[in-house]
């Protein structure tokens, strides 16, 4: 459902107003608030005061929560402009013309989405330096070992154990009962 609130005749230059409504344009209506509280022209304090309002009109007449509102779309239009006079030499005057704005904002209500954070991804790869004049090896090769000369195998001589000395329980009966040479 789409709630609308209009403010018209305010004393700033609907030009100055476009700059600010196309930074919010789009927005989620309460973060659309937060960042134009902190704007420092004059059109984003109008600006927010009409899309506030827009929220309360949401709220109050259709029972919609402020945190499921989106900014469906701002219009800034011009309206009358106050002429004035300003003096210039030999009697002559100048026109000043004072523009004014009609500003209206309409929000709607969307289903708001949980934020996923990713997860899972993996780290990019560290970069390998290579040796001058040579080629960086690829992850994937087999590393191979430098070729030394090679060295004499020492083959370790085992004792023969007599078989009489070793019986197994069953043999035996009892393991406490040894065989003695």
């Known amino acids: 459902m789409e709630v609308k609130a209009i403010t018209k005749y305010v004393r700033v230059q ?3 107003v476009r700059i600010v409504a196309d930074e919010v344009r789009g927005m989620t209506a309460i973060s659309a608030a937060h960042k134009l ?8 304090q ?8 827009a929220m309360a009109n949401a709220s109050e007449n259709f029972n919609l929560a402020p945190e499921a509102l989106k900014i469906a779309a701002i219009t800034i239009d011009e ?3 106050l002429k004035r006079m300003q003096a210039r030499a030999m009697g002559r005057g100048n026109r000043i013309l004072k523009k004014t704005s009609h500003i209206t904002v309409v929000v709607e209500d969307v289903e708001p989405t949980a934020v996923v954070k990713p997860h899972g991804t ?3 790869p ?3 330096l290579a040796v001058k004049g040579k ?3 690829k992850k994937d090769a087999p590393v191979e070992a430098p070729v030394e000369a090679a060295a004499p195998v020492v083959e370790e001589t085992v004792e023969e154990t007599n078989v009489a000395e070793t019986t197994t329980d069953a043999e035996a009966g009892t393991s406490e009962e ?4």
């Open 135 to 137: 080629k960086p090896a």
């Open 46 to 53: 109008m600006l927010r005061k009409t899309l506030i309002s």
């Open 178 to 181: 040894k065989v003695e040479n």
């Open 79 to 81: 309206g009358p402009r």
């Open 126 to 128: 560290r970069p390998t």
């Open 122 to 124: 993996k780290a990019k």
């Open 14 to 16: 609907p030009r100055k």
């Open 37 to 44: 509280r902190f704007h420092k022209s004059k059109g984003a």
